[in-house]
């Protein structure tokens, strides 16, 4: 079963521009993971933030944690074409079990 | 560091043939994913070893699917007979005790026609 639920399915922006996805869940959980994607590829790592953790940052990414809405976002700033890709979320129960959403469909136009 | 691996990235098989495929973690990871990712989709958990033993295989269609990891370190997933909603991209993904976050290979796309 998904437990994370990403929003929007799909956005396009132009370059330069900031980039805002979020992701909702269900359960309680340990921490929260995203994850990037680029066509044909496997996942890549970006950011996580453990659930007594509000906010965290690493480099142009932002991911807030509001666990009392059982929500997250990702804020990618000042976007770059290279930024094309599929973002997911995916939080873990315990265990390192992690379950991912659907996923945000990023394209970002020159 | 040498990341995932995994073989073969591509296979086209007719169904009800099966297909294996292998998967060698970072070394020093001791837990192991399988994960199903079809077309649009996020990926799905099919089945996570600790070292070489099975945390949990809830979403592995145990009729069709079968996986292994001896010694704790490689792994293989194996599906027969193959079905043609079989056809998907499988991920595999290793992680360390501590860190808790995920490592993929870049999968192995099967297509079954």
């Known amino acids: 079963s998904q437990q994370g639920e990403e929003d929007p399915q799909a956005l396009s922006i132009q370059e330069g521009e900031n980039a805002t996805m979020n992701c909702s869940y269900k359960t309680s959980i340990n921490n929260l993971q995203w994850y990037r994607q680029n066509s044909g590829r496997g996942l890549v790592h970006l950011i996580l933030?453990?659930?007594?953790?509000r906010e965290k940052h690493s480099g142009r990414l932002r991911v807030t944690l509001d666990t009392s809405k059982k929500s997250s976002s990702l804020l990618i700033t000042a976007s770059r074409a290279a930024d094309t890709a599929s973002y997911f979320c995916a939080t873990d129960k315990g265990a390192q079990k992690l379950v991912f959403g659907q996923g945000t469909r990023l394209t970002i136009n020159p | 560091e040498a990341g995932v691996a995994q073989s073969p990235r591509y296979k086209i098989i007719e169904k009800r043939q099966s297909v294996a495929f292998w998967c060698n973690p970072i070394?020093?990871?001791?837990?192991l994913y399988w994960y199903q990712q079809i077309l649009g989709q996020g990926p799905k958990l099919l089945i996570q070893?600790?070292?070489?033993?099975?945390?949990?295989d809830s979403q592995l269609p145990k009729d069709r699917f079968s996986a292994e990891r001896l010694k704790g370190v490689d792994s293989t997933l194996k599906i027969q007979p193959a079905k043609l909603e079989d056809s998907a991209v499988y991920l595999c993904a290793s992680s360390h005790s501590t860190t808790g976050e995920l490592f993929f290979g870049e999968g192995s796309r099967l297509t079954v026609l």
């Open positions: 070893f600790q070292n070489n033993g099975v945390v949990d």
């Open positions: 070394s020093g990871h001791a837990t």
């Open positions: 933030i453990r659930s007594n953790e």
